[in-house]
């Protein structure tokens, strides 16, 4: 992630040093002088349109008002309608990506991450869930969930930013897998469905015993504890 603070930091100089007031750069700008403000005081960042607008003013390179790692070059090749060859010749991880995202659309960084030959796992996912759309975040689960296994943690992490279909897809193959309790599906249960809940439910039931029931009964349908209850009476029989 770029220094906000440093960024600004530079901001501010560079204008001082152009003997400008915050006003006229922003006026130059065609933005109101509160984003300038807002730039220097390391609150924001500036928009991907505005930088190359800024080095020319100031005379100087992107390079010079933001910090230079793997983003900045990855933010000069886009700038420069480069990205994907310099994607095809680099390894970018997606904590790189993420670096440069809060400057993008949703489109662009779902651009890049087509392009680059990242390595592609649910951890590394939530680095870039935040700034792509919720359609192209379900392609990258269901891509990821399809060469390995997902862990409770891992899961209720991008929770809000997947679909309640793909979560209820991967919380079903979750928990039918040992080793997964009650309270994991506690903390899920908000994001998915009943008929999913009570798929989960039925399935940590069968594996640890009815006495699991109470403690997850109220996120159960009352079909499903019905169900549960009459299993466990023929059981007793």
Not at 7 to 22: E, L
Not at 57 to 62: A, G, L, R
Not at 95 to 102: G, T
Not at 144 to 158: D, N, Q, T, W
Request: aromatic residues 6%; charged residues 25%.
């Amino acid at each position: 992630m770029f220094d906000m603070s440093k960024v600004g930091r530079n901001i501010a100089g560079f204008r001082k040093r152009s003997g400008m007031s915050q006003m006229s750069l922003a006026d130059r700008l065609s933005i109101s002088y509160q984003a300038v403000s807002n730039w220097e005081r390391g609150e924001t960042m500036p928009d991907i349109s505005k930088l190359p607008q800024l080095a020319h003013i100031f005379d100087v390179s992107i390079d010079e008002i933001l910090d230079e790692s793997e983003g900045t070059q990855l933010l000069k090749n886009l700038l420069n309608d480069t990205t994907q060859n310099y994607l095809q010749n680099q390894e970018i991880s997606l904590k790189d990506i993420s670096a440069i995202a809060p400057l993008l659309s949703s489109e662009q960084v779902q651009e890049i991450i087509e392009h680059a030959q990242a390595n592609m796992n649910i951890g590394n996912l939530m680095f870039v869930a935040p700034y792509v759309s919720e359609e192209f975040m379900n392609q990258l689960v269901r891509q990821v969930v399809g060469i390995e296994s997902i862990g409770a943690a891992e899961l209720l992490a991008i929770a809000p930013y997947i679909s309640k279909v793909v979560l209820d897809e991967c919380a079903t193959k979750l928990f039918q897998l040992e080793g997964n309790s009650a309270a994991e599906l506690l903390a899920i249960s908000s994001f998915m469905s009943k008929p999913a809940i009570d798929a989960c439910a039925k399935e940590i039931i069968e594996r640890e015993g009815k006495e699991k029931l109470v403690f997850i009964a109220s996120i159960m349908s009352k079909n499903a504890i019905d169900e549960v209850g009459e299993m466990s009476m023929l059981e007793e029989h």
